[in-house]
């Protein structure tokens, strides 16, 4: 599936609208059980309320998102307009997922390519991902991905 993600990726970053029309051709399954298989942000599309959750925490995480309160359930379901439960019962019925862990997800995203392009210290990358200190930001890309940031900079390069 991994061809798939890619190219619904690429597509999205073009137009969100059209990497949903894409996606309904390729008949790609969506059903919870493959949620772990199948790109986030096209499982997000297949969901009103989850597709909000998507662009609220993007726009959030650009707007380098309350460091000091960090990520809150309840204020991101009262930005959606609806309830904590029914956000967290959604994204783990779409996503397969929380909407902690997928907004993890979606910093460690924007961290990677920070990493290799921006010559910036892990520090400052982790602010510009909305967190106060490098040293979380350095547990959740090992958690995420498996490597320290060390080697996670050389194999970009």
């Not at 599936?1 to 790609?28: N, Q």
């Not at 204020?75 to 967290?88: F, P």
Request: proline fraction near 4%; charge should be positive; hydrophobic fraction near 45%.
């Amino acid at each position: 599936m991994g061809h798939l993600d890619l190219a619904l990726w690429l597509i999205c970053k073009a137009s969100p609208e059209l990497a949903t029309v894409v996606s309904r051709y390729l008949f790609v399954d969506i059903r919870s059980l493959q949620a772990p298989y199948i790109i986030p942000n096209h499982l997000a599309q297949a969901d009103p309320l989850v597709l909000r959750f998507e662009r609220w925490a993007r726009d959030h995480l650009k707007a380098g998102f309350s460091l000091q309160a960090g990520f809150s359930l309840q204020e991101a379901a009262s930005s959606l307009a609806t309830s904590a439960c029914t956000l967290q019962r959604r994204c783990k019925a779409v996503l397969g997922k929380s909407p902690l862990s997928y907004f993890q997800d979606l910093r460690v995203e924007h961290a990677q390519p920070l990493l290799h392009d921006s010559g910036l210290d892990l520090d400052a990358i982790a602010a510009e991902v909305g967190y106060a200190d490098g040293a979380t930001l350095r547990t959740l890309l090992r958690q995420r991905l498996g490597r320290g940031v060390r080697y996670l900079r050389a194999e970009l390069r």
